[in-house]
């Protein structure tokens, strides 16, 4: 079983940056592609980024591209979000994912999809203020 756990949330102006982290008590996150999803309020949750189980490749929603950075240190056990320029409509609970996989690689729709992926943390809330 994996936990994973998201921090780094709060409350944050239009334009600003903040950095989410998920880490894991448990099992190595080296061994999964990882995933961050996003849910707003009245809304379905949504995918925001994916990174491969070495870092090499990485993926990312329209809507966060160029302003949000997906990474991870395996020696840590943590994946990170760099989120900038952030605008009001991020705000939403942004979860952490784990996918189980045996290759350094997406799925064929790019770990983009919420039924793929095995594990998730409780999610932390990120606001941004106008």
């Known amino acids: 079983q994996v936990q994973l756990v998201e921090t780094g949330g709060g409350l944050v102006q239009a334009g600003g940056s903040r950095r989410l982290s998920c880490t894991s008590s448990?099992?190595?996150?080296?061994?999964?592609?990882m995933g961050w999803f996003r849910q707003a309020p009245g809304k379905e949750r949504e995918f925001v980024a994916a990174?491969?189980?070495?870092?090499?490749?990485?993926v990312y929603a329209d809507s966060v591209k160029g302003r949000f950075t997906i990474s991870r240190d395996n020696a840590k056990n943590t994946v990170y979000l760099q989120m900038n320029s952030l605008k009001p409509e991020d705000t939403a609970v942004y979860y952490c994912?784990?996918?189980?996989?045996?290759?350094?690689?997406?799925?064929?729709?790019?770990?983009?999809?919420?039924?793929?992926?095995?594990?998730w943390g409780q999610g932390t809330q990120v606001t941004v203020s106008s």
């Open positions: 994912a784990a996918e189980i996989t045996n290759r350094d690689a997406f799925s064929p729709s790019g770990s983009t999809l919420e039924y793929e992926y095995d594990y």
């Open positions: 448990g099992r190595l996150l080296s061994r999964y592609t």
């Open positions: 990174i491969s189980q070495s870092g090499r490749s990485t």
